[in-house]
């Protein structure tokens, strides 16, 4: 059986270099390359792939949000993801249900592994290092004390300085030293993106 393929990438040079891949590998097709998701969208419509080939890098937006969109309009479809190496994207990959995540550095055989696993199984999830960015995340998750958690949910909700430390019993100086920890610690530097690392190693689930 021949596995039918749609790639998507905003780089010319990833586009070629993905099209590349595909040569002489008799039981894969690349119908079609796009430059963004909308017309990524559009030739998945035109040629049915099994699989559609993402990078995270799209001319119209982000590769991940495409692709958990493309999820939830084709449940049985295969969608791998190309991005940087990174944990947070790696666990986001997951979380959007779509069947793999590869770093751009891996070679060719791995990418091409990745189409094929896709295609066999597109409700799998598999990724390289997947066991080890499961095991980072449940050790970030000790790095934060209970108060500064407790700081993190209110930030969440969208309190002040003032309001939090109201709501937990603090002088406004106790709460900017808990943010100034929480942000060292995440690696992050206001409070937007605090939320967003915080969400995405799973450190807001529960208080």
């Known amino acids: 059986?021949?596995?039918?393929?749609?790639?998507?990438?905003?780089?010319t040079l990833t586009r070629v270099g993905i099209a590349a891949a595909f040569e002489g590998e008799p039981d894969l097709t690349l119908a079609g390359a796009?430059?963004?998701?909308?017309?990524?969208?559009?030739?998945?419509?035109?040629?049915?792939?099994d699989v559609v080939l993402l990078d995270l890098d799209l001319a119209?937006?982000?590769g991940l949000t495409w692709a958990a969109d493309l999820?939830?309009?084709h449940p049985a479809?295969?969608?791998?993801?190309?991005?940087?190496?990174d944990d947070d994207l790696l666990l986001r990959a997951l979380e959007a249900g779509i069947s793999a995540f590869l770093p751009r550095t891996e070679e060719l055989g791995a990418i091409l592994a990745a189409v094929r696993h896709a295609a066999a199984a597109p409700a799998s999830f598999t990724a390289p290092d997947l066991a080890g960015a499961l095991s980072r995340r449940r050790s970030s998750a000790t790095?934060?004390?209970p108060r500064e958690r407790e700081v993190l949910h209110l930030l969440r909700d969208g309190l002040t300085v003032?309001?939090?430390?109201?709501s937990l019993g603090l002088s406004e100086s106790t709460v900017k030293t808990y943010l100034a920890r929480i942000y060292d610690k995440l690696g992050v530097t206001g409070r937007?993106?605090?939320v967003t690392a915080a969400t995405d190693r799973g450190l807001l689930t529960q208080v």
């Open 1 to 11: 059986m021949t596995v039918t393929v749609v790639s998507a990438a905003g780089a």
């Open 34 to 49: 796009a430059a963004s998701g909308a017309e990524a969208l559009a030739l998945l419509g035109l040629h049915l792939p």
């Open 60 to 62: 119209d937006g982000n």
């Open 71 to 73: 999820r939830r309009r």
């Open 77 to 85: 479809l295969g969608i791998v993801l190309l991005a940087a190496r």
């Open 143 to 145: 790095v934060v004390s």
């Open 162 to 166: 003032p309001q939090i430390a109201a």
């Open 192 to 194: 937007e993106q605090a």
